[in-house]
Nanobody, 127 residues
Framework: EVQLVESGGGLVQAGGSLRLSCATS????????IGWFRQAPGKEREGVSY????????YYADSVKGRFTISSDNAKNTVYLQMNSLKPEDTAVYYCAAHDYSGSFYYRFLRGSYDYWGQGTQVTVSS
């Protein structure tokens, strides 16, 4: 059974940091691209970042570039999202998701066309 389990969310003041974790199981980790998405109340889901676990290639949405860092620990089948300089507009439920190595990573990210999804973790940034 494929599982993606997010953790690390919480309440933080603006300017603070959080590190989210996405622990995966049930598939061969380095044959999947792992992405982070978020959805704020009343807004559409937004892609945040993705990483190619095979070679470490990463991509960031403009809204988080320079503040967030995605990384993977292939030995632990886990992907992390280090979030620094958090802003109130970063408040959302954050989801990790996985897709196999087919198609364009970029367009699959834009469309949210991923095969497996976690349940999400709440991040709240107070002003």
């Amino acid at each position: 059974e494929v599982q993606l389990v997010e953790s690390g969310g919480g309440l933080v003041q603006a300017g603070g940091s959080l590190r989210l974790s996405c622990a995966t199981s049930g598939f061969t980790f380095d044959t999947y691209v792992i992405g982070w998405f978020r959805q704020a109340p009343g807004k559409e889901r937004e892609g945040v970042s993705y990483i190619s676990t095979r070679d470490g290639i990463t991509y960031y949405a403009d809204s988080v570039k320079g503040r967030f860092t995605i990384s993977s620990d292939n030995a632990k089948n886990t992907v992390y999202l280090q979030m620094n300089s958090l802003k109130p507009e970063d408040t959302a439920v954050y989801y990790c998701a996985a897709h196999d190595y087919s198609g364009s990573f970029y367009y699959r990210f834009l469309r949210g066309s991923y095969d497996y999804w976690g349940q999400g973790t709440q991040v709240t940034v107070s002003s």
